[in-house]
């Protein structure tokens, strides 16, 4: 995945297209986040980058593709594909908490995109909505594969990994959207100690 780097900076004279597409894309994540898509003009855009608006349009010919632009950019279903690194020798009431302060410090990294899909999606936002949809039912999929390939006990969640799965995807964003406000180091703290209550009650113990 191509990781955004939104800083505040104009872009260096004779800057590639792909480097000055990505940092159209970084500024864009960053003033969507903050203000709403509804109030960031393409105007206000070029001035972020330090470009002229016909080069915005060069690259994004109207706001709404600029914003799948951004949302596609961010590749979650990359994020997705692969085993969180915990370690299988733990106890399972820790492997679970290991998961979900993984799960919580990838998403720590992304912190304006979950404030655009959060903010979008409550003002209705139709590509929000359908990123968010889209978002929620794969990050499902991949807690159920995670939960098998982490809990291979037999009796592990007393066989009821799917229902597991969702209650944890909720408890993952409910808890997360609660502490986005929160500094980061903040947030970190409140999160390992959510994930060590939740580990304790929905401990699978076989």
Same mark, same amino acid.
């Given at each position: 995945m191509r990781r955004v780097t939104v800083t505040d900076d104009p872009p260096a004279g004779g800057a590639n297209p792909a480097d000055q597409r990505q940092r159209i894309l970084g500024q864009a994540l960053r003033l969507m986040a903050d203000t709403g898509v509804h109030a960031m003009s393409m105007r206000r855009l070029a001035t972020s980058c330090g470009l002229n608006v016909a080069t915005i349009y060069h690259y994004f010919p109207s706001k709404s593709a600029l914003l799948d632009a951004v949302i596609a950019d961010q590749d979650y279903e990359g994020l997705l594909v692969e085993t969180p690194p915990?370690?299988?020798?733990?106890?399972?009431?820790?492997? /679970?908490?290991?998961?979900?302060?993984?799960?919580?410090?990838?998403m720590g990294e992304h912190v304006a995109m979950w404030k655009l899909l959060l903010g979008e999606s409550l003002r209705g936002e139709p590509q929000a909505l359908t990123a968010a949809a889209g978002l929620s039912a794969s990050f499902? =999929?991949?807690?159920?594969?995670?939960?098998? =390939?982490? $809990?291979?006990?037999?009796?592990? $969640?007393?066989?009821?990994?799917? &229902? &597991?799965?969702?209650? /944890?995807?909720?408890?993952?964003?409910? $808890?997360? &959207?609660?502490?986005?406000?929160?500094? =980061?180091a903040d947030r970190d703290r409140f999160l390992a100690q959510r994930a060590a209550e939740i580990a304790a009650v929905l401990s699978p113990a076989t």
């Open positions: 915990v370690d299988p020798a733990l106890p399972p009431g820790e492997r /679970l908490a290991a998961l979900l302060e993984w799960m919580w410090s990838r499902e =999929a991949a807690l159920d594969r995670w939960l098998d =390939a982490l $809990f291979p006990e037999e009796h592990a $969640f007393g066989g009821q990994r799917r &229902v &597991v799965a969702r209650v /944890l995807r909720g408890l993952v964003y409910g $808890f997360f &959207v609660e502490t986005m406000p929160l500094p =980061a």
